[in-house]
């Protein structure tokens, strides 16, 4: 079983930045497949970005391409966020999830098996 606590989120303004951070419990960190998926208030939870065991895949929401950054360092069993650009519609919470499969399915909040407790993001316009 893997533990996973979100931090880094905050207050920014538009335009600005953050960097999130999740860190992972346990030894078997390296064999997960890793997301980024966040819910703002009355919607949905949506995918942002998932990259593979190694780091070597990694797929983005349309929204977000170009924008944020997703990276792993499995030494520190942790994997980031790097979110530039940002803007009032990416306010939410940002939760990160680990999955076994890496797949399309890995786009989908049903890909994953275990999630963290979430961080909230707000900028400001």
């Known amino acids: 079983q893997v533990q996973l606590v979100e931090s880094g989120g905050g207050l920014v303004q538009a335009g600005g930045s953050l960097r999130l951070s999740c860190a992972a419990s346990?030894?078997?960190?390296?064999?997960?497949?890793m997301g980024w998926f966040r819910q703002a208030p009355g919607k949905e939870r949506e995918f942002v970005a998932a990259?593979?065991?190694?780091?070597?895949?990694?797929y983005y929401a349309d929204s977000v391409k170009g924008r944020f950054t997703i990276f792993r360092i499995n030494a520190k069993n942790t994997v980031y966020l790097q979110m530039n650009s940002l803007n009032a519609e990416d306010t939410a919470v940002y939760y990160c999830a680990a999955s076994t499969d890496w797949s399309v399915r890995t786009q989908t909040a049903f890909g994953y098996d275990y999630w963290g407790q979430g961080t909230q993001v707000t900028v400001s316009a």
């Open positions: 346990g030894p078997t960190f390296s064999t997960y497949a």
């Open positions: 990259i593979s065991w190694s780091g070597g895949s990694t």
